[in-house]
């Protein structure tokens, strides 16, 4: 990388040294579990967050789902997935997946957090991995036609904003919670980012830009059982 890049990226450079010096995330001191207790199991994911200047904004990798996969097919996601018996940690998990769903070199992420996870209905714990994609002209995506269908890139503010969402009152026992929907367009197409993606992104948006969102989030309980901010 050069200086130039460098020079385009203050936003995330400021991002990147806030991260590493905070302690309200858990950063990558985060304890990792231990493998044969964790990493082992079925029901663990970690997904990336991949964040890359443009212009004056932000933007992050989300992908949409192939037609083929068995479960979420069409869904609109973070690059990641399930560990596996190889993977040392949650960084070597979402970092994997990413270079095996649409060719992300992981030398080029600079991993700055590992937040807070996830719970979903199911009993998997999902842990998103934030990176920064420094050099965004050295990526060149290769998707995985047996999991990816498209690529795309969405201005990552849009999470925090009213414009462009919808959201449905739903209930888990006796838990009255919001799933929300945001349509965003390009090139030509309409993509709906949804359900636990779109509570990871608000969620992580909320922590990058420093500020609530512009509606009421009211996400489920469960998704956070230890963490009440949101």
């Not at 998103?128 to 050295?138: D, E, F, S």
């Not at 047996?146 to 969402?165: G, H």
Request: glycine share 4%; aromatic share 12%.
């Amino acid at each position: 990388m050069d200086s130039n890049n460098f020079s385009k990226s203050q936003k995330l450079l400021h991002l990147s040294q806030r991260f590493r010096q905070s302690n309200s995330v858990r950063s990558l001191s985060y304890p990792q579990p231990h493998p044969s207790e964790s990493f082992k199991r079925p029901n663990r994911s970690a997904v990336l967050i991949c964040l890359f200047e443009e212009g004056d904004d932000i933007f992050v990798i989300l992908t949409k789902r192939s037609s083929k996969l068995s479960s979420y097919s069409g869904h609109v996601s973070l690059p990641g997935g399930r560990t596996d018996e190889g993977d040392t940690d949650d960084i070597r998990t979402a970092l994997r997946e990413a270079e095996e769903e649409i060719g992300l070199d992981p030398a080029l992420v600079d991993v700055v957090a590992v937040l807070e996870p996830f719970i979903t209905k199911e009993n998997v714990t999902v842990v998103p991995v934030l990176g920064i994609l420094w050099n965004k002209q050295a990526f060149n995506p290769v998707l995985n036609p047996d999991e990816v269908e498209s690529i795309f890139y969405a201005p990552f503010e849009m999470f925090l904003k009213d414009e462009n969402r919808r959201h449905e009152e739903r209930e888990f026992q006796g838990d009255k919670y919001l799933f929300h929907y945001f349509d965003f367009k390009t090139n030509n197409k309409v993509y709906v980012i949804w359900a636990l993606t779109a509570g990871i992104l608000i969620s992580t948006a909320s922590l990058v830009y420093q500020r609530p969102p512009d509606f009421d989030p009211r996400m489920p309980k469960f998704w956070k059982k230890s963490y009440s901010r949101f």
